[in-house]
């Protein structure tokens, strides 16, 4: 018996197992779509047949592709996460276009969890690769940039030359944020080894309990949730090149003795794997005195001998005062080019305010009080009211360095702060921040002169 085929249905048939289809008219109007498609982009029955794609998908581009004529064929397309092929092309009648479809290839979507999965492996490459292209180059920092009019800053500079292209250890010592690092990569640009890799360890930034598999890795197995294959060490990433251990007075005592061994003996032993010979150059930095730290026997004596062949003491930025009109001009021209502004300097009052600060976070903290001076003022020069902060800072720490716990302090410090909001509020104009204030004119000139805000 002859049966009757439904051509309809199977055609239909065949479109939903292609996956993710849609087709639609010269006009953009949905013809025809599949549970599939429906169900990525979240539509429910019935199906808005006849509707404009691009009211339901937004992100839609089958509309481009008949008005552009351009179709294209295996393009990746993200949505929700996910990844596809997606193929998209006219449909034609002879020289007439009827309207587009848009679907997931066949082979494509076979294979798409294997697909998906080779894509993230390869995002997961990338990554690591551009992270760690930036940790193993030495190019952050280089010694030119080092910004400074200092005799003693200069011949360190100098003595930095000449011992960047031996192989000793150099341990950098310096208050925070005197320019540590900026010596360190220095070194490693400057060295034979330029071409190798710089690698870095942060010791006071990692737990303890990783420290020691940071730096020396582990094989394949070493214990429970070892990566397969094991993990290179920093120390076995750095062969060749410059390892800087920063912050070195942060590291626990017992991974000192460890750490003793490789820079005597050039051999690290992997956790749980074989000895392995290197050839490292160690850069160390510490903000505090390891002589003191040896003293208190927070620090192996051993160990500090091995890593103070070479010492470079970086002078606090209060030992050089000369320096901040130099390092304040960089920070200005840095940061008009960051932020295309325009700012020529800062005027007299200010400079003599920057000069008057002891500065305890050293260049950082200047670098960000200029920073933070960039945000009342774009062009011009920087003057007394765009730095506001450090004004207050100034001014209470003279309560605060007598110790000075009194309700008048402390009605004072809040009296200043007013004081500074409104002079910033006015730009500096005494006559309308007294008005703010509430204040005679009078009073608040007495109040700046006895809290020293000029
Ligand atoms: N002489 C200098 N010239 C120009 N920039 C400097 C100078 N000294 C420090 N800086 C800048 O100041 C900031 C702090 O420097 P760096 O990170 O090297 O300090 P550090 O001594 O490592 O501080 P920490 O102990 O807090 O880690 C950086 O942005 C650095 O570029
Ligand atoms: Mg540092």
Redesign the pocket.
């Known amino acids: 018996m002859k049966q009757s085929i439904n051509f309809e249905g199977i055609a239909k048939e065949f479109l939903e197992s292609l996956g993710v289809v849609v087709i639609i008219d010269t006009e953009s109007r949905i013809i025809y779509m599949t549970e599939k498609y429906a169900e990525l982009f979240d539509i429910s029955k019935p199906y808005p047949i006849g509707r404009r794609l691009y009211e339901y998908v937004p992100s839609e581009s089958l509309s481009a592709v008949i008005h552009t004529g351009k179709e294209s064929v295996e393009e990746f397309f993200e949505h929700d996460g996910k990844t596809m092929v997606i193929n998209r092309l006219l449909i034609r009648k002879g020289d007439e276009v009827l309207g587009g479809a848009a679907f997931t290839s066949t082979s494509s979507r076979l294979s798409l969890k294997q697909l998906e999965s080779k894509m993230s492996f390869l995002n997961k490459q990338v990554q690591f690769y551009r992270d760690n292209y930036f940790e193993n180059t030495g190019t952050k920092?280089n010694i030119d940039?080092?910004?400074?009019q200092d005799h003693e800053?200069k011949n360190l500079i100098a003595f930095t030359k000449k011992a960047a292209k031996t192989r000793s250890a150099i341990l950098i010592y310096?208050?925070?944020?005197?320019?540590?690092?900026?010596?360190?990569h220095s070194i490693h640009n400057l060295s034979m080894r330029v071409k190798m890799p710089f690698v870095i360890l942060n010791c006071a930034a990692i737990p303890e309990n990783l420290l020691e598999s940071e730096l020396f890795g582990y094989a394949e197995g070493a214990f429970t949730g070892a990566l397969k294959g094991g993990k290179k060490g920093k120390i076995e990433q750095a062969d060749g090149g410059t390892l800087l251990l920063?912050?070195i007075n942060s590291m626990p005592l017992q991974l000192q003795a460890k750490l003793l061994r490789v820079v005597q003996e050039k051999e690290i032993q992997v956790i749980g794997g074989k000895n392995k010979v290197i050839d490292v150059r160690f850069v160390f930095?510490t903000?505090q005195d390891l002589a003191e730290m040896v003293k208190e026997g927070k620090f192996r004596e051993d160990l500090y001998y091995r890593i103070n062949v070479v010492e470079l003491r970086?002078p606090p930025l209060r030992q050089r005062m000369g320096?901040i009109p130099p390092?304040v001009n960089?920070?200005i021209e840095k940061l008009n080019e960051e932020l295309g502004s325009h700012i020529t300097g800062v005027d007299k009052k200010a400079l003599e305010l920057l000069e008057s600060y002891q500065w305890p976070g050293?260049?950082?903290e200047l670098?960000n009080m200029i920073e933070r001076a960039f945000n009342y003022t774009n062009s011009g020069e920087l003057s007394l009211e765009d730095f506001e902060r450090l004004r207050l800072k100034i001014s209470i720490s003279e309560n605060t360095l007598e110790n000075n716990f009194t309700l008048r302090a402390a009605r004072e410090d809040a009296e200043k702060l007013a004081i500074l909001r409104a002079l910033k509020q006015t730009k500096g104009n005494k006559k309308k921040a007294a008005d703010l204030l509430d204040i005679d004119r009078s009073i608040l000139y007495d109040k700046m002169k006895r809290f020293h805000l000029r």
């Open positions: 920092f940039q080092i910004i400074t800053l310096g208050e925070s944020g005197t320019g540590k690092e900026l010596f360190a920063d912050e930095t903000n970086i320096d390092l960089h920070f050293n260049v950082r670098e």
